[in-house]
């Protein structure tokens, strides 16, 4: 997945300090990836990290069934966060396992088996969550995966209406597609597949694995929308690159029933991180801030010497599709301009930076683009 630095030229990182980490060699990289969006406060944020150590020191683990003050403290917190009255909270270690367990209680709380998903859609690598994974390089070598998926068009309201029915448990979304190229979902879109699961009596899942916790302007990207779905799926950046998954549910998917579970679920240092995490992004205004630098930097990007078909995304998660190869140019940017991105299949160069970052962090990776295309 991120081979194209490493097999070449292996940077080995030592640090890291808001939007930038130092590598062994003291070379200091500016770092909009942010390892996959998972550091949204930036590197060393202190408020996580002493939220961290507390919680290390005090009790780093305690089973699930024990109720711990971190962990009821992040309920309540998501509970809070979450649109609408999506707010019975279900805590694992993954964006994958947070959508084996939408999977689970869509299945569970429908009676029902079929599951629509999109084309370019992207859900994680577990048996399931990788059956509702479009990709077929992801696919092919472990198939069979779990049965009655069905794939429809991204974006086209009548396909998606036609393929839910009074047999569908679930539509699994992402409000914008990540790994699919990065490509936000047309205007209407998000309320005709409310509609259409409404309809049927089928659960609207949002995967907000990576567009979640601020990334694209707003808390959640689904709120530009309006739209309120059954489950909202979260992971990567919640709880600042520590591992924690989230499955929030409204009342009537949530399932009671203890027939799902995890050892790890909820461990009181995670839920500490989390719950500084989004605190931090909420006292910080980092979602605004995601909004405002978001749009710089997509218009500099347009203004720019830039070899680009189409620059695209919401917030701080902007796509750059490009004519060369998009491995080549990460490459460069991080060899020669110690600047670290992403891609997004092979044509699209990913910006997925700490919500943290300023205009002129912006105009530097901007100045790299145009150097290395
Ligand atoms: C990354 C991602 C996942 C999988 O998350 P993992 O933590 O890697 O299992 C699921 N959905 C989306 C939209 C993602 O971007």
Redesign the pocket.
């Known amino acids: 997945m991120s081979g194209f630095v490493f097999s070449e030229k292996p940077i080995e990182m030592v640090a890291g300090d808001g939007a930038r980490l130092r590598g062994a060699d003291g070379t200091e990289y500016l770092d909009f990836g942010a390892s ?1 969006a998972c550091v949204p406060v930036g590197h060393g944020h202190s408020r996580v990290t002493d939220a961290v150590t507390t919680q290390l020191s005090d009790l780093t683990y305690v089973q699930a069934s024990y109720p711990v003050a971190a962990r009821t403290a992040l309920y309540e917190q998501l509970a809070e966060l979450a649109p609408g009255d999506v707010d019975k909270v279900w805590l694992c270690n ?4 947070a ?1 084996e367990a939408a999977m689970k209680f869509a299945r569970s709380a429908t009676g029902r088996e079929k599951i629509v998903a999109t084309k370019r859609g ?4 577990t048996m399931g ?1 990788l059956a509702m994974t479009w990709k077929k390089k992801y696919r092919a070598p472990f198939e069979p995966l779990a049965g009655g998926i069905e794939f429809v068009d991204y974006g086209d309201e009548a396909g998606l209406r036609e393929a839910v029915d009074d047999e569908t448990a679930a539509v699994f979304l ?1 409000p914008v597609q ?2 699919g190229g990065i490509r936000p979902a047309p205007a209407g879109y998000l309320r005709a597949a409310r509609e259409a699961t409404e309809e049927a009596g089928a659960a609207l899942v949002f ?1 907000e ?2 567009t979640g916790v601020g990334r694209t302007g707003l808390l959640w990207a689904s709120e530009r929308a309006g739209v309120v779905p059954d489950v909202l799926t979260t ?2 950046g919640i709880a600042n690159g520590l591992p924690l ?1 989230a499955t929030l549910c409204r009342e009537w998917i949530a399932d009671e029933s203890g027939n799902h579970g995890s050892t790890f679920s909820g461990g009181p240092v995670v839920c500490a991180a989390a719950s500084a995490t989004l605190s931090a992004i909420q006292d910080e205004n980092l979602a605004a801030n995601a909004n405002r630098v978001g749009a710089y930097l997509v218009q500099e990007l347009r203004n720019a010497d830039v070899d680009a078909r189409e620059v695209r995304g919401l917030g701080l998660m902007i796509g750059v599709e490009v004519k060369r190869g998009a491995n080549r140019l990460l490459r460069d940017l991080a060899l020669e301009h110690d600047v670290l991105a992403l891609p997004a299949g092979r044509t699209v160069v990913r910006f997925l930076p700490p919500l943290t970052v300023d205009r002129e962090d912006a105009d530097e990776a901007v100045a790299a683009m145009e150097a290395v295309t």
């Open positions: 996959y993954s964006g994958t396992e959508n992207f859900h994680g690598r969550a992402e990540g790994e995967d694995v990576q992971a990567k998954g």
